[in-house]
C-alpha cells in the first residue's frame, strides 16, 4: 500500500545542485524516519541520509557530510535531498526509503530510485 516516488535526478556538472524529492502515497502511510540511499555501479548501497518525522532530527553520512541536507514536509509526505558542491563520485541511483513506528530504522518500503550523474 506504500508507494514511495523519487524525483528530481539528472544531469549536473561538479560543483553544481541538485534538490531530490520523495512524495509517500497510502491511505495509511506513517512511518517513524525516511531515509536516502544510493548506489553506484559495482556498489553496494549506501545510507546517505535520514531525517525522523517527529522533530526533524537527521543523520548525514560522512560523504555527504557538509553538502546534502535532507529536510521534510510533513503535510505533504515528502522529504528533499538537498545536494550541494555536487563530485562525481556522487554519481549514483538515489533510493528513497520509509521504516514503520513500529520498527524504526528498518526500510520496509522503497522507490524505484533516480539517476543522478555529475560530470567532470
Known amino acids: 500500500q506504500v508507494q514511495l516516488q523519487e524525483s528530481g535526478g539528472g544531469l549536473v556538472q561538479a560543483g553544481g545542485s541538485l534538490r531530490l524529492s520523495c512524495a509517500a502515497s497510502g491511505r495509511t502511510f506513517t512511518s517513524y524516519s525516511m531515509g536516502w540511499f544510493r548506489q553506484a555501479p559495482g556498489k553496494d548501497r549506501e545510507f546517505v541520509a535520514r531525517i525522523n518525522w517527529s522533530g526533524g532530527r537527521t543523520t548525514t553520512a560522512d560523504s555527504a557530510k557538509g553538502r546534502f541536507a535532507i529536510t ?35 526500510y520496509a518500503y522503497w522507490g524505484q530510485g533516480t539517476q543522478v550523474t555529475v560530470s567532470s
Open 72 to 106: 521534510r514536509d510533513s503535510a505533504k509526505n515528502t522529504v528533499y535531498l538537498q545536494m550541494n558542491s555536487l563530485k562525481p563520485e556522487d554519481t549514483a541511483v538515489y533510493y528513497c526509503a520509509a521504516d514503520h513506528p513500529l520498527r524504526p530504522l528498518n
